[in-house]
C-alpha cells in the first residue's frame, strides 16, 4: 500500500496502485474508509461499483451505484457530471457482455438517463453503439433456422404444383 497521503488520508489514491495489483479487497477498503470519513464524496461508491464489476459482482454493482445514485440526489448541489457518470455505470453493468444479465434495452434507459443529467458527447456515442448493438442482437434474434426451412419448403411445393 502506498504511504502518501491524500486529503482522505492516501485511501483513495491507494486504490488505483491496488486496482492494478488485482487487489480488489483492499481496493473495496479503502472506497470504505475514504466514504466513512467524507460522506460527501459519493462519486467514490461509483469507483467502488467499478471494483465490483471487475470482480464480476453484478449485483454488487447496480446496488452500489443505485445507492450512489440516491446518496448524491440527496446531498443537492451535487455536480450534474458526477451523477451522470453514475448512470453511465449502471448502464455499463447492463451492457457488459460477460453480465448473465445483459440487457441492452436498460442499458440504453441508464445513458438516456446520464444524457437528461449532463449531456455529452462520448455518452451520446455510447448510446448510439448500444443502439447498434441492440438493433442487431435483435435481429439475430429473429431469425429462426427452423422456420425458414419450413417456410422454403412450403415454397418448393408452391412451384412444384406451380400454385403461384
Known sequence: M???RSKHGGAHSDYHLEKKAKEFEQALTCYDS??????????VLNNKAAVYMEMKEWK???????????????LRPTPFETIAKMYVR????????????????????????????????????????????KKKA?????????????????GNEAFRAQDW
Not at 37 to 42: I, K, L, R, Y
Not at 102 to 130: F, G, H, P, S, W
Open 2 to 4: 502506498v504511504t502518501g
Open 34 to 43: 475514504v466514504f466513512e470519513q467524507d460522506p460527501e464524496q459519493v462519486s
Open 60 to 74: 454488487q454493482a447496480e446496488d452500489t451505484i443505485k445507492g450512489a445514485i440516491e446518496a448524491a440526489q440527496a
Open 90 to 133: 449502471w448502464g455499463k453493468v447492463y451492457a457488459h457482455k460477460k453480465n448473465p444479465e445483459m440487457n441492452l434495452a436498460t442499458a440504453i434507459e441508464y445513458y438516456e438517463k446520464a444524457q437528461m443529467e449532463y449531456n455529452t458527447k462520448e455518452v451520446d456515442r455510447l448510446m448510439k453503439t448500444t443502439k447498434l448493438d
Open 138 to 154: 435483435d435481429k439475430l434474434a429473429y431469425v429462426n433456422p427452423e422456420l425458414g426451412l419450413e417456410a422454403k419448403e412450403r
